[in-house]
T-cell receptor, first 114, second 119 residues
Framework: AQTVTQSQPEMSVQEAETVTLSCTYD???????LFWYKQPPSRQMILVIR??????QNATENRFSVNFQKAAKSFSLKISDSQLGDAAMYFC???????????FGTGTRLKVLA | GAGVSQSPSNKVTEKGKDVELRCDPI?????LYWYRQSLGQGLEFLIY????????KSGLPSDRFSAERTGGSVSTLTIQRTQQEDSAVYLC?????????????????FGEGSRLTVL
């Protein structure tokens, strides 16, 4: 069965600094999606960034980028120039392309210090 | 609507009462999911709908939980004879995805959730 592991329950970063959130996953599939979702105190989860496994190039979205290491089954999220609004829970998620089921990690709470 | 809408936002009920939670997905989204998020925990899958059908109900914790979807749109999650361990945030998400659809981005769109507190 597929699993997603986020080993950092909580992280802190100084405003304007860079932070990396870790995520590892386990699967025997070769074609899948990986996601990072952000859940602010308002509770609504928002997609931050997605990666398709067949693409070797790491996805980037403005200040957010990933380090996708397929062989190592690692999918870390780097947030550059951290802002106070980045403070939230961040969830890593996996989905095999041929299925509908998403597997979520337990989340990392990110605190941004002014 | 513009986004996924859930109601009520917060619900406090007494143990043993029944509750209904509603989800109104993004118009045209055929896939709909219910998740449960307990304090400090990740997301626990409850049920998946494709149109009005629920091909996967495997995450429903007990027979006190049921869900339906009508008209391929609004879904209702019903919890009968609530227990204190049912206290959680119930999240609904929708997606444009469907089997065989050419463009499947994989993105889920979430509502703000319904926080259920059972006293």
């Amino acid at each position: 069965a597929q699993t997603v592991t986020q080993s950092q329950p909580e992280m802190s970063v100084q405003e304007a600094e860079t932070v990396t959130l870790s995520c590892t996953y386990d699967t025997s599939e070769s074609d899948y999606y990986l996601f990072w979702y952000k859940q602010p105190p308002s509770r609504q989860m928002i997609l931050v960034i997605r990666q398709e496994a067949y693409k070797q190039q790491n996805a980037t979205e403005n200040r957010f980028s990933v380090n996708f290491q397929k062989a190592a089954k690692s999918f870390s999220l780097k947030i550059s120039d951290s802002q106070l609004g980045d403070a939230a829970m961040y969830f890593c998620a996996y989905r095999s392309r041929g299925t509908y089921k998403y597997i979520f990690g337990t989340g990392t709470r990110l605190k941004v210090l002014a | 609507g513009a986004g996924v809408s859930q109601s009520p936002s917060n619900k406090v009920t007494e143990k043993g009462k029944d509750v209904e939670l509603r989800c109104d997905p993004i118009s045209g989204h055929t896939a709909l999911y219910w998740y449960r998020q307990s304090l400090g925990q990740g997301l626990e899958f409850l049920i998946y709908f494709q149109g009005n059908s629920a091909p996967d109900k495997s995450g429903l914790p007990s027979d006190r939980f049921s869900a339906e979807r009508t008209g391929g749109s609004v879904s209702t999650l019903t919890i009968q004879r609530t227990q204190q361990e049912d206290s959680a945030v119930y999240l609904c998400a929708s997606s444009l995805e469907a089997p065989g659809l050419a463009v499947n981005t994989g993105e889920l769109f979430f509502g703000e959730g319904s926080r259920l507190t059972v006293l």
